[in-house]
Structures are given as structure tokens and as C-alpha cells.
């Protein structure tokens, strides 16, 4: 069984989520935690649950969705794994700070190594589809777990909604393809977890997201 642990961080209210299984062995994906105590949260529950994170994921590199990777990478010696076109397209994690009066309090932490579409990432008994869905970002990601019918699905998708294509390399129309292609065509009981928001489903976006 994979327990979904979802944590709401910083200024933009991002959902970062841990995934764990029997074996104690994790995936952290969109690492959001600023401030200090949100640092402290997220590692009081690793602790809690004796977890060791095997990898960092993130479904595209927008600031929000990355401010705590720095942390991860000081206390847990990992560097996030991302899809190329997100690391070649968007500008760097200080360089988008610099919009919002934060560029001493990010650093870029540098992409381990790319993530490629369809890709299986494996942690403990259990493994991760990595899904392509640019639109949002052009290398934006979900992970989807066929076994237990869930994806982590990033600002692609919200319950309702879908993400916003104006900001670097973003496309609607590309967006909205992706999604029917690559969200819609799961199984309809498969739940969404999205980079903000409430969870939702496949089958209630299918009839009733407006954008799709």
C-alpha cells in the first residue's frame, strides 16, 4: 500500500507530497516548505516514519513548486529530477525569485539528472509512470500509480480547472491536448492530486471541468 502524505507550503499554498510504502522508502515531489517550521514538519514526519526519501521529484520547475530543495538537498543529499524542457525553457529558481523580492532567500539547486516521458521510477515495492503534460510548463510531469490509481499531477490540472499557460513556454492549446491525451484517458477512478487545491478524479473532471 502507498500512503499519500500531502503537506500545504509557503505563499502559494503548494501541495507537496511524500509518498511512501511498507518498505519505509519515499518519494518527495514539489518540495514547497520555506519557512522554517515548514522545513520542520516535513522532517518531523520522516522522522516520525522512519522514511528515507529515495528521490526528488518535481512535475516542472516553477518557483513555488521548488523553494524547498535547497533544504532537501542539505538534509537529505538529494537533487531534484525534472524533465529537460523545464530546465532549458524557464529561467533559474533565484532568477524568477528576483520577481517576487526573494532572491536571497532561493538557490538554484541543479537538476541530478532528466526525467523522460513514460519513464518508471521505482521506491520500494512500488513504481511511478512518469507522464509528459506540457502546457502548464513545456516539461511538466505527472506520476501516476496504475496499482493503486492515482497521479500527482502538478499545476496541469486542478479540481475544476486546469493551469495557467502565461508564463514561460506555457500553451492552452497544448495544455488542454495533453490533458485529454494523458490525464483523461486514465482510468476514470483515478485520483488527481494536484499542485494546489483539493484532490479530484478523472470521471468528474471528464464531464464537468469546463476547460476540457
Not at 524547498?68 to 537533487?79: D, I, M, Q
Not at 536571497?104 to 509512470?129: A, C, H, M, Q
Request: charged fraction near 20%; aromatic fraction near 10%.
Amino acid at each position: 500500500m502507498i500512503t499519500v502524505k500531502s503537506f500545504e507550503f509557503n505563499y502559494f499554498s503548494v501541495n507537496t507530497y511524500l509518498l511512501h510504502d511498507e518498505t519505509s522508502e519515499a518519494v518527495l515531489i514539489d518540495c514547497g516548505c520555506f519557512r522554517k517550521e515548514e522545513e520542520q514538519e516535513l522532517s518531523d514526519y520522516v522522522t516520525a516514519n522512519r522514511l528515507t526519501i529515495k528521490h526528488l521529484l518535481c512535475t516542472h520547475l516553477h518557483l513555488d513548486h521548488v523553494f524547498g530543495n535547497e533544504f532537501v538537498n542539505n538534509v537529505y543529499g538529494l537533487r531534484p529530477k525534472a524533465h529537460r524542457a523545464d530546465v532549458e525553457t524557464l529561467p533559474s529558481s533565484q532568477e524568477q525569485a528576483r520577481l517576487f523580492g526573494l532572491q536571497d532567500r532561493v538557490k538554484t539547486i541543479p537538476v541530478e539528472r532528466y526525467i523522460v516521458g513514460n519513464e518508471v521510477i521505482t521506491f520500494g515495492n512500488s513504481e511511478l509512470i512518469a507522464l509528459l503534460v506540457p502546457g502548464h510548463s513545456p516539461g511538466s510531469l505527472a506520476f501516476y500509480n496504475k496499482k493503486y490509481a492515482f497521479a500527482i499531477v502538478g499545476d496541469a490540472i486542478f479540481n475544476g480547472s486546469i493551469g495557467r499557460t502565461d508564463l514561460w513556454g506555457g500553451n492552452q492549446e497544448v495544455l488542454i491536448a495533453a490533458l485529454r491525451d494523458k490525464i483523461l484517458s486514465l482510468p476514470d477512478e483515478t485520483i488527481l492530486y494536484p499542485g494546489h487545491g483539493p484532490e479530484t478524479n478523472v470521471i468528474k473532471e471528464s464531464l464537468n471541468n469546463p476547460f476540457l
